[in-house]
C-alpha cells in the first residue's frame, strides 16, 4: 500500500462468503480528512465491497447529506478498488428526523444484503427523535 491512505486493515467477522472489516490509517495528517463509514461489507464471490454509511438529519438535509456522502468516500472508494481489486460503492442511508427519505432510499437499502423494512427504519428514527426531545 505505498503512498496509499489506509495502514491496516482489520477483519472483523467473516459471516459466509462476507466480511465486516474495519479500516485503519495511522498518518495524523490523513486521519483530519479521511472518514471512515459505518460499515464495510467485502463480498468475495462477487468481488464487491459496499460502503454504508448511517446518518440521521434534519429532514431538509437528507437529499444534501446523501451527496456529501457520495464526495466524502471518493478517495477511499477509489484506495478500495485499487487496493483489494473490487467494484466498491457508497450507500448512503441517511433518514430524516422524522421519517423523511429520499426517492433513492429504498434503492441504496435494498443493495444491502439481508432483509431491511423501510418503515421500520422510519420508525426507528422516529422513536430516537422523540427520544432525544424527552431528555432536553
Known amino acids: 500500500m505505498n503512498g496509499g491512505i489506509i495502514n491496516s486493515v482489520t477483519r472483523l467477522h467473516l459471516v459466509g462468503y462476507f466480511y465486516l472489516v474495519i479500516l485503519r490509517c495511522t498518518d ?10 459505518d460499515i464495510i461489507i467485502r463480498d468475495n464471490k462477487k468481488r464487491t465491497c459496499i460502503l454504508i454509511d448511517v446518518a440521521i438529519s434534519g ?3 437528507v437529499i444534501k447529506k446523501e451527496a456529501e456522502k457520495f ?6 472508494t477509489t484506495e478500495i478498488q485499487r ?4 467494484k466498491t460503492k457508497v450507500l448512503p442511508v441517511i433518514i430524516g428526523a422524522t421519517g423523511t427519505i429520499s ?3 429504498r ?3 435494498s443493495n444491502i444484503p439481508g432483509n431491511h423494512e ?11 427523535t422523540a ?3 424527552g431528555n432536553s
Open 131 to 133: 427520544h432525544i426531545q
Open 103 to 105: 426517492k433513492s432510499f
Open 28 to 37: 495524523p495528517r490523513i486521519l483530519k480528512k479521511l472518514n471512515t463509514p
Open 59 to 61: 429532514d431538509r438535509n
Open 71 to 76: 464526495l466524502k468516500y471518493k478517495d477511499l
Open 118 to 128: 423501510v418503515k421500520e427504519v422510519q420508525k426507528r428514527a422516529i422513536l430516537c
Open 107 to 109: 434503492k441504496y437499502v
Open 83 to 86: 487496493m483489494w481489486n473490487v
